[in-house]
């Protein structure tokens, strides 16, 4: 008989490690059940500021579309949530009151951004303030596409600030920028993507950021977002306030692990897995993606995700059991290149 393999989450590390478990003959071996907070298939999410330029539409950026669960006969339950699993029984519990047994268990839920403190950022209700949005998913994409605009606009320029100059506050700006709006972007580290750049390889990304039109300011933290009915300019710490229409928060995301932590596992700032993507000390659950720790490390880049999806498929079809997940390299190549932000990169230094 077939085993039963849940996947909580359908982001890229999700259906990733899926499309390898089918790759390996996962088929003939599982039935297979995934669960997605959002209501569709896979995309990805490297090409929102795609969409955000008008490059491309919705449709083209889907890596999994519904029928391709249809056609691999994997149940997906795509716009509802899990909210806990029991471990001792193996059951996962979800919103909508659906209960599904497991005999494997993977946890991909990925990450949600990172809201820095400042002053002006919510509503008296606790919610973001209209005109500030965070750039994470589609609905993001979606939400500042409609508040600016965008595709619709004249001669009117709004003017937009995008606070964190990693990969996603770089593909935020990038989006922005080629569909004609006015750009800054705001980093508080010495120099762009300053987690995986040297600060000489930062100015040459730096140089090729600027001549797209897009000014940026580093070794800046914003304090407070200004305006009362609507937003008007963003406060730093070091030099005038910058005036805007809107605000993107870009500025770093963290491991999604709320179900992880209701469920007993062993979570420190992400769910800490051995060298087979297993759950420490749990037998059947294993965690992949930026949901997951690996050696004290969280990864946030596509490579390490796709190198634990191999491992884990290895793993649990029992193609490879000697595979395993060492640690992931998350420099970028030299010089900078243009794979995750879509800004082309001049060579020469």
Same mark, same amino acid.
């Given at each position: ?30 039935? =297979? @059940? ?13 090409? +929102? ?49 659906? /209960? ?8 991909? @839920? ?33 939400? =500042? ?40 972007? /705001?980093?508080?580290?010495?120099? +762009? ?20 039109? =897009?000014?940026?300011? @580093?070794?800046?933290?914003? @304090? ?32 999604? /692990?709320?179900?992880?932590? /209701? ?16 759950? +420490?000390?749990?037998?059947? =659950? ?25 491992? +884990? ?37």
């Amino acid at each position: 008989m077939k085993k039963q393999l849940v996947v909580v989450g359908n982001g890229m590390a999700g259906a990733r490690v899926v499309e390898e478990i089918l790759a390996r003959g996962g088929a003939d071996l599982f039935e =297979i @059940t995934m669960f997605g907070e959002e209501p569709y298939g896979n995309y990805s999410r490297l090409m +929102l500021s795609h969409v955000l330029s008008g490059e491309e539409s919705v449709a083209d950026i889907f890596l999994n579309s519904l029928p391709w669960y249809q056609a691999n006969n994997i149940t997906l339950h795509a716009g509802v949530r899990v909210d806990r699993i029991d471990k001792f029984s193996r059951h996962v519990f979800a919103a909508d009151g659906r /209960v599904v047994q497991y005999d494997h268990l993977i946890i991909a @839920t990925g990450s949600r951004p990172y809201l820095p403190s400042m002053e002006g950022l919510y509503s008296p209700s606790g919610t973001l303030r209209r005109g500030i949005f965070t750039f994470r998913n589609m609905e993001d994409t979606r939400r =500042i596409m409609k508040f600016a605009g965008l595709g619709q606009r004249s001669d009117e320029q709004s003017r937009a600030v995008v606070v964190g100059g990693g990969f996603s506050g770089l593909a935020a700006a990038r989006g922005l920028r080629a569909a004609g709006m006015d750009v800054r972007v /705001v980093h508080s580290g010495s120099h +762009l993507m300053s987690a995986q750049l040297g600060p000489d390889d930062a100015a040459i990304l730096r140089r090729s950021v600027e001549a797209l039109g =897009i000014r940026v300011h @580093t070794g800046s933290r914003t @304090t407070a977002i200004r305006g009362s009915d609507r937003i008007t300019g963003v406060g730093l710490n070091d030099q005038p306030d910058l005036d805007c229409d809107m605000v993107v928060l870009a500025a770093g995301k963290r491991p999604k /692990v709320d179900v992880a932590v /209701v469920s007993g596992l062993a979570v420190e700032r992400g769910i800490v897995v051995d060298d087979h993507m297993r759950v +420490l000390d749990e037998e059947g =659950i294993h965690a992949v993606g930026e949901c997951a720790q690996h050696r004290g490390e969280v990864y946030g880049q596509v490579a390490p995700v796709w190198e634990q999806a191999a491992v +884990l498929a290895d793993q649990l079809t029992g193609v490879d059991r000697r595979s395993m997940y060492l640690g992931s390299s998350v420099l970028c190549p030299q010089p900078p290149v243009a794979c995750v932000t879509g800004i082309p990169v001049n060579p020469v230094r």
